[in-house]
């Protein structure tokens, strides 16, 4: 752009010399300004001075000058003599010339005018030229960014789809496992249309030890049709806003058909009493409930109901008690031996979450913290009747670092924390003694989780998140092992 205005300003500076030197070069090449004035002294003309030109015969001539009585001057002058043809023939040269000036002022006035106006155009072109081209630079820019953002989450989705691969292949051997089933029960099927044309010609005691065989093989198959490897996590469900910023709540997995009752504690430490709602209706839309009083107040958000009675741990201690709800008594106390408690290996929110009870497909366990393990999480299976340990997993998580967890399928799930940004990143498998670091999203939505636990026969994790109370549905990989049936 700076090239074209360069040379319209040299065309400008050269009009100017040439106008320049016409108006300085013209009149002295036509004799105008030749003429001299000589002032005399005194302040009045002399008599004997005239105001001479330098050719007396091209101009008017004053050889003398006096003054009248009444002061004013007289003066002789002589008009030009001869030569008049000649005066005017350069007066007319003259008269050409200035008009040929005035033409050519004109003309460059008007050039002048149209080069100022194209100069402007020229100007207001190199503005639009520099905005399309930053316009330009800048939709390059954001073509080249929008495919780095494409290629980023392209990335992330094979590196979420990579751990199903070998989920698929084991899927490929389900099928088949699943073909052979198909296939005993036409052979059975086909055995029993025979005998019933052929009586007495089979052997029944195989018959039945051959049926009851498929029968329980196919048990076996479907409740590890109920197990699955954890892979998504819903949005979460507001199912109700009350009570303080800490707590917890439940329904029993092993509640009878049709029983729905809920069960609520408000804080998490100091506070014996919990409510029973006679169902999920009841409990969103209405304050109906009954009173049940602890004999001691627990400790953390933790508890847990299971199979009619409720399992806490004792406020201040390593005690856990099974208090049922249909006797209103203590049916079983046992201190939880090398566990940390008040406040010595929580979780990161605090709360004397040192023992954490939940249940999942496979019963009732406990998760918190010991010395003996440097202060990372232990899992222990225990008996649901006597507390007793059953067995006990060491892992390598602290447990302080840890924002919440539950277990599903005999898997424990950790997440990375409790406020803002939350996903599930650590599993540790009971099943085959491994951890492995994940990556499943979990909508922290209140910004605050206290309690998260997952409950078997809903298939959901029911979570007190800053005074609400949340449900979010569960996506479990089912797989069939062969070699364990």
């Known amino acids: 752009m700076s090239v074209p205005l360069l040379k319209i300003g040299v065309v400008l500076s050269t009009m100017a010399m040439i106008t320049n030197w016409m108006s300085q070069t013209l009149p002295s090449l036509v004799g105008l300004n030749t ?5 005399a002294q005194g302040g009045y003309p002399d008599r004997s001075t005239g105001v001479l030109p330098a050719n007396p015969e091209e101009s008017w001539q004053v050889y003398s000058s006096a003054q009248d009585s009444e002061g004013r001057c007289v003066c002789t002058v002589v008009a030009p003599q001869q030569s008049m043809c000649s005066r005017d023939a350069r007066t007319k040269q003259l008269r050409q010339l200035l008009e040929k000036v005035q033409n050519m002022t004109q003309s460059i006035q008007v050039l002048d005018q149209r080069t100022q106006r194209d100069l402007q155009y020229v100007e207001k072109m190199e503005v639009q030229l520099r905005g399309l081209e930053t316009k330009f630079r800048q939709v390059e820019e954001n073509h080249k960014q929008n495919i780095a953002k494409q290629y980023k989450a392209i990335k992330a989705k094979m590196e979420e789809l990579r751990p199903l691969i070998p989920v698929l292949e084991e899927y490929k051997a389900d099928a088949k496992l699943v073909l052979q089933f198909k296939e005993e029960v036409q052979n059975l099927t086909s055995v029993l249309s025979e005998l019933q044309e052929e009586m007495g010609a089979y052997d029944y005691e195989e018959l039945h030890n051959r049926v009851s065989n498929l029968e329980e093989r196919l048990r076996a198959c479907m409740q590890k049709l109920a197990c699955g490897k954890l892979t998504g996590i819903s949005d979460p469900i507001t199912i109700k806003t009350s009570g303080s910023r800490f707590g917890s709540w439940m329904t029993d997995p092993l509640a009878p058909e049709g029983d729905t009752r809920v069960w609520y504690m408000d804080g998490y430490h100091n506070n014996r009493f919990v409510r029973e709602y006679k169902s999920m209706q009841d409990f969103m839309t209405s304050d109906n409930f009954t009173s049940h009083r602890l004999p001691h107040p627990w400790s953390g958000t933790g508890q847990v109901v299971y199979n009619g009675s409720i399992y806490f741990n004792k406020f201040q201690s390593h005690v856990i008690i099974k208090f049922d709800f249909r006797t209103s008594s203590i049916s079983k106390a046992r201190q939880l031996d090398y566990a940390g408690f008040n406040n010595a290996y929580h979780y990161a929110w605090g709360g004397h979450s040192d023992i954490d009870l939940m249940v999942d497909e496979g019963g009732l366990w406990a998760v918190y913290a010991t010395n003996q393990n440097a202060g990372n999480i232990v899992i222990s299976k225990l008996n649901p009747n006597t507390l007793q340990i059953i067995k006990s997993w060491t892992t390598n998580h602290p447990k302080r670092s840890a924002g919440e967890s539950f277990m599903i399928c005999g898997t424990l799930y950790v997440t990375n924390g409790y406020s803002g940004g939350t996903k599930v990143y650590y599993a540790y498998s009971t ?12 909508q922290n939505k209140y910004s605050h989780i206290s ?30 092992r062969s070699e364990e049936l």
């Open 35 to 39: 003429t001299k004035l000589t002032a």
């Open 451 to 480: 309690m998260l636990d997952y409950n078997p026969r809903d298939r959901a994790l029911y979570a007190w998140n800053n005074g609400h109370q949340v449900l979010y549905n569960v996506t479990l990989f089912h797989v069939i």
């Open 431 to 442: 099943n085959s003694s491994t951890y492995e670091y994940i990556d499943i999203a979990f």
